[in-house]
C-alpha cells in the first residue's frame, strides 16, 4: 500500500487558484451548482458502465447525491455513488487542467473581474471554485473498478501542493468535504444551500438529498430537495420557462440565458425526445477543430456520451442539447454511430428542425436573430457547402452588408434583396473583398451607385468559397459584379446614353493598348461602368476570381496567374489627356501605370511595387 504522497499543482494551477481565492466574486455560490453538476456527470458515467461491465452492474446501486453540514467542524460535504476515481485519475484530474484554453480562461479571470464567475464551467476547471469559500478541501473517493475497500484521499489548502495517500472507503463515488473560511459561514445554513440548489440543480435526474438534523433530539433526516425527474421527459406544459433555462445552464455550463429552444417528443417509426438550444454567446472553443461539440446522446433515459457529432452537421456545431433515443441499442459506441441507419434519419430530422427553429426566430425576433448572427453567422456560412439539400433554408438565413446600407452591419435577407431589385435587374449583384472598406470603396461600385443598384458586400474571408455553392435563390442568379457578364454590360448600356462620337475616336486608342499589354492581360476594351474611375480589371465568365486566387495562395496552393479583363473609361479626363499623348515612351508609361493602378485595386498588391511608384515618380515629373 502506497503512503502519503505530496505533489506540487502544475503551474497553471497556481495561477488559477490564487486569482480564485484572491479575487472578489460576485456570485460564490457558484460552487455548489458546479460540484453538483460533476457529482452527477459521475453518476451518470457509472450507470453507462454498468452496461458492458457484468461485475459493475452487479454493484451498481440507484444513483444519489448526499449533502452534510457539520456546524461544529465548518464543514460542507458533498458527496455521490458514482464512478469514482483512481489515484491515476485523481492526480490527472485535480492535480492539473487537461482542457486545452487554461490560458485563455486565465486571462478573461484576470482582465474580466466581475464575469469571473461566469467563466468556470466553460473551461472544466469547477472542481476549483471550491478554493473561493473553503481554506481546506479534502476529496475521498474509491473507483467503481475498484472492487476492494481501498479508496484514495486527496488533500489541499489551495497554496500549491497537495497530498495523496491511500484510505478504507467501503463504498464506491467520491465525496469532497469543504473546510469553509470563517467568513463563509453562510454555507453551514441549510435553508441557503437548499435555495442554490433549487435555483440551480433542481433538474438534475438523480435525487440530491440534505440531512436534517435536530438538535432537541439529536438525530436527524434525509431529505430529497430536487424533483430528480429528467426534465426532457416532462410534458412541455409542465416545464416553466425559467426550468428550461436553467436547464440549458447546467448542461452547457453557461451562465447565458440560451436564446431560443425547442423541445419535441416524436412518436411513430422513430421514438426519441430531442432538446436543441441556440447559445446567446458563441463557445470560447468554436473555431477549435480539436475541441469536440455535438448533442449529449441518452437512449431510454441512460446517458451514453456528451459531445455525439454525429447527430447535426458541422455547420451547426454551435447548437446545444440533447438526444433521447428508443431505437438505437444501449450499447452503442461512437465508431457505430458513424454508419447507423438510424442516425442518418435522425441527423436529417434534427438538422431540420434547428433550421426551423431558426426560421422562427428570424421572423419573430428580428433582434434576437440579429444577436444570433452576430455570433455565429460566420458558421452558418459553412452551411450551403457541406448541407446540398438544404442550402435554400440557410441561404435563406444568410445576412448580408449592402451598398444601400451605408455601414458594415450585415443586416440584409436575400428575400429583402430581391423585394427591392430594379423592375430591369434580373440578377443578384454582389461583390467580394478583404474588407468593408475595400468593398464599398471598390471601383466597380461606381455605375451601381450612380443608378440606385443595391449590390451585396462580402469582406468574410470565407464568402467567396461560400458564393460557389449558392448560384441562384427564388429563381434569381448571383452575379459577381467584378466579373465579366453580358446581363450586367446590357443593364450599363440600358441606363447609360453612348456618345457614338467618343466610341469612334477610340478605337485607335484601345488598338494602341492592346499592343503595348500584348499578353498581359487577356483583353482590353472600353467600359461605360466607371464614373470617377479610369480604368478597372474584370475576370472572364469562367475564371478564378481575385478573392479565390487569394484564398488559394494562402491555402500554399499553386494557381496560374489570371488573366484579366481590362476596361478603359472613355469619359474620364485622363483617359482624354492620354489619349493626346504623342511622345510614344511617355505613353506607353502611362498605360503601364493605368493596368498597374486598376490591379492595385483589385488585388490589394502588386508584385513589383517599386517599379508602379517610379513610374508616378517618372510621370509626376514629365
Avoid at 489515484?87 to 464575469?115: C, V
Avoid at 410534458?235 to 448542461?251: C, D, S
Avoid at 481590362?566 to 505613353?587: A, G, R, T, Y
Wanted: charged fraction near 25%.
Amino acid at each position: 500500500m502506497k503512503t502519503q504522497e505530496k505533489h506540487e499543482f502544475k503551474s497553471e494551477i497556481k495561477q488559477l487558484l490564487h486569482i480564485m481565492i484572491h479575487s472578489l466574486y460576485s456570485n460564490k455560490e457558484i460552487f455548489v451548482r458546479e460540484l453538483i453538476s460533476n457529482a452527477s456527470d459521475a453518476i451518470d458515467k457509472l450507470r453507462f458502465k454498468s452496461i458492458t461491465s457484468e461485475e459493475i452492474h452487479k454493484n451498481f446501486s440507484n444513483g444519489c447525491i448526499t449533502i452534510y453540514i457539520n456546524k461544529e467542524k465548518n464543514t460542507l460535504t458533498i458527496s455521490d455513488n458514482g464512478i469514482g476515481m483512481t489515484r491515476q485519475e485523481i492526480i490527472d484530474n485535480l492535480g492539473t487542467i487537461a482542457k486545452s484554453g487554461t490560458k485563455d480562461f486565465i486571462n478573461s479571470l484576470m482582465n474580466d473581474k466581475k464575469t469571473d464567475n461566469q467563466l468556470i464551467g466553460q473551461f472544466g476547471v469547477g472542481f476549483y471554485s471550491s478554493f473561493i469559500v473553503s481554506e481546506k478541501v479534502l476529496v475521498r473517493t474509491r473507483a467503481a473498478t475498484n472492487l476492494s475497500e481501498e479508496g484514495i484521499q486527496w488533500e489541499s489548502s489551495g497554496q500549491g501542493e497537495y497530498t495523496i495517500h491511500n484510505i478504507v472507503k467501503k463504498e464506491q463515488g467520491t465525496e469532497i468535504i469543504l473546510y469553509l473560511k470563517k467568513e463563509e459561514k453562510e454555507f453551514l445554513d441549510i435553508w441557503k444551500i437548499k435555495n442554490i440548489i433549487k435555483k440551480y440543480s433542481d433538474h438534475i435526474s438523480v435525487p440530491i438529498k440534505i440531512f436534517n438534523f435536530d438538535e432537541q433530539k439529536k438525530t436527524g433526516t434525509w431529505e430529497q430537495i430536487n424533483k430528480a425527474t429528467a426534465l426532457w421527459t416532462l410534458n412541455k406544459t409542465e416545464i416553466k420557462i425559467e426550468e428550461y433555462q436553467e436547464f440549458y445552464k447546467h448542461i452547457t455550463n453557461d451562465f447565458n440565458k440560451p436564446l431560443i429552444w425547442s423541445h419535441n417528443h416524436v412518436e411513430g417509426n422513430q421514438e426519441y425526445i430531442s432538446l436543441l438550444y441556440i447559445p446567446e454567446k458563441s463557445a470560447w472553443d468554436l473555431w477549435n477543430r480539436e475541441n469536440k461539440h455535438g448533442l449529449k446522446l441518452y437512449v431510454k433515459r441512460i446517458f451514453i456520451m456528451d459531445d455525439a457529432s454525429q447527430f447535426l452537421p458541422n455547420y451547426l456545431r454551435f447548437v446545444r442539447g440533447l438526444i433521447d433515443s428508443n431505437d438505437l441499442p444501449l450499447n452503442i459506441s461512437r465508431e457505430i454511430l458513424q454508419d447507423n441507419h438510424i442516425i442518418q434519419k435522425l441527423r436529417r430530422s434534427l438538422t431540420k428542425r434547428v433550421l426551423n427553429m431558426l426560421t422562427t426566430l428570424a421572423t419573430n425576433d428580428p433582434e434576437k436573430y440579429k444577436i444570433f448572427w452576430n455570433q455565429f453567422g460566420l458558421v452558418l456560412k459553412e452551411g450551403p457547402a457541406e448541407d446540398s439539400i438544404n442550402k435554400n433554408e440557410i441561404a435563406n438565413l444568410l445576412r448580408f452588408s449592402s451598398l444601400n446600407s451605408n455601414n458594415s452591419e450585415q443586416n440584409m435577407s436575400l428575400v429583402d434583396y430581391i423585394q427591392n431589385m430594379k423592375t430591369e435587374q434580373d440578377k443578384i449583384y454582389y461583390i467580394t473583398s478583404d474588407s468593408y472598406a475595400a468593398a464599398s470603396s471598390s471601383p466597380h461600385l461606381e455605375f451601381f451607385k450612380k443608378h440606385n443598384i443595391n449590390v451585396l458586400l462580402l469582406f468574410d474571408r470565407i464568402d467567396e468559397w461560400m458564393m460557389n455553392y449558392i448560384t441562384e435563390f427564388q429563381g434569381k442568379k448571383f452575379q459577381s459584379i467584378s466579373k465579366d457578364d453580358e446581363s450586367l454590360n446590357k443593364l450599363v448600356k440600358k441606363n447609360n446614353q453612348i456618345d457614338k462620337n467618343v466610341e469612334e475616336n477610340i478605337n485607335d486608342f484601345i488598338k494602341k493598348v492592346k499592343t503595348i499589354l500584348k499578353d498581359q492581360v487577356k483583353d482590353v476594351r472600353i467600359t461605360y461602368r466607371l464614373i470617377d474611375t479610369p480604368s478597372i480589371v474584370l475576370t472572364d465568365t469562367n475564371e478564378m476570381t481575385t478573392q479565390m486566387a487569394k484564398l488559394f495562395s494562402a491555402a500554399g496552393q499553386n494557381i496560374p496567374p489570371i488573366k484579366y479583363i481590362f476596361e478603359i473609361n472613355p469619359n474620364h479626363i485622363l483617359i482624354k489627356k492620354i489619349m493626346n499623348v504623342n511622345d510614344s515612351i511617355i505613353f506607353n508609361e502611362w498605360i503601364q501605370l493605368l493596368l498597374e493602378q486598376a490591379l492595385l485595386a483589385e488585388k490589394g498588391n502588386l508584385d513589383n511595387p517599386n517599379q508602379f511608384i517610379n513610374r508616378i515618380n517618372l510621370l509626376l515629373s514629365h
